[in-house]
């Protein structure tokens, strides 16, 4: 695989794949399965398009499989008459399903590695991920990678620093500066950027030997 698109149908198609058997005369014959697995993969390949790839083949899946009438993998003319199609045989309402199959995918990637999702992202899925709770708001969304509009920026410019994205800060000035976190966190505040939570009130002040216990009741 040498890009994100390839890796994206790769992953969904092979999920696909997994829900049906290979065609009996390969069933033992590993080699042939792979080799049939990777033939039916280019054909994906090269009939996907640049952009809206994953929801083309949520498309192209869906036609075939309304089309299979067995639970083994679609004959190469099949996959191949749905892949020219772009799935436009399927029936109409999936553009709901699509787009909460795409939310999920989303959840799932930020729940497992803290980022937005390859291939998945535009700034009206961030506002559904803002909406329901899984990304604070814009500001937290940038600091992640998700993509956002201009009215998400600007918005996101007057939000509230969370601590994950001080905490941040404070260790890439300590790697810039080549100090300590402690030192830098000191430095920071010396010089007037100081923190607010989203309560509007300043982060406390770790260092500081008043506010140890305020910290620690966060």
Not at 25 to 40: F, S
Not at 61 to 73: A, F
Not at 107 to 113: C, G, L
Not at 151 to 169: I, V
Request: hydrophobic fraction near 35%; glycine fraction near 8%; charged fraction near 30%.
């Amino acid at each position: 695989m040498n890009s994100i698109r390839e890796a994206d149908l790769s992953q969904r198609f092979n999920e696909f794949l997994d829900r049906f058997s290979p065609p009996r005369g390969i069933v033992n014959n590993p080699t042939a399965m792979q080799q049939d697995a990777d033939a039916m993969m280019q054909t994906v390949l090269r009939y996907a398009p640049r952009s809206g790839h994953i929801e083309w083949l949520e498309n192209v899946l869906r036609t075939l499989q309304e089309n299979m009438t067995t639970r083994s993998w679609p004959a190469p003319g099949e996959l191949a008459k749905a892949c020219k199609g772009g799935g436009k045989d399927a029936p109409t309402a999936p553009s709901e399903a699509v787009e909460e199959a795409a939310i999920g995918r989303m959840i799932a990637w930020y729940e497992k590695f803290g980022t937005q999702a390859p291939g998945q992202g535009n700034h009206g899925r961030t506002a559904e991920l803002i909406r329901r709770g899984v990304l604070q708001d814009e500001k937290f969304a940038h600091f992640k990678g998700f993509d956002l509009s201009e009215d998400q920026r600007r918005r996101a410019k007057d939000q509230p620093t969370s601590r994950e994205q001080w905490r941040h800060h404070v260790r890439v000035t300590a790697r810039l500066r080549g100090i300590s976190e402690d030192e830098a966190e000191f430095q920071i505040r010396s010089e007037g950027r100081e923190p607010m939570d989203r309560s509007g009130v300043s982060i406390p002040d770790k260092s500081a030997p008043y506010s140890a216990e305020a910290f620690a009741a966060e």
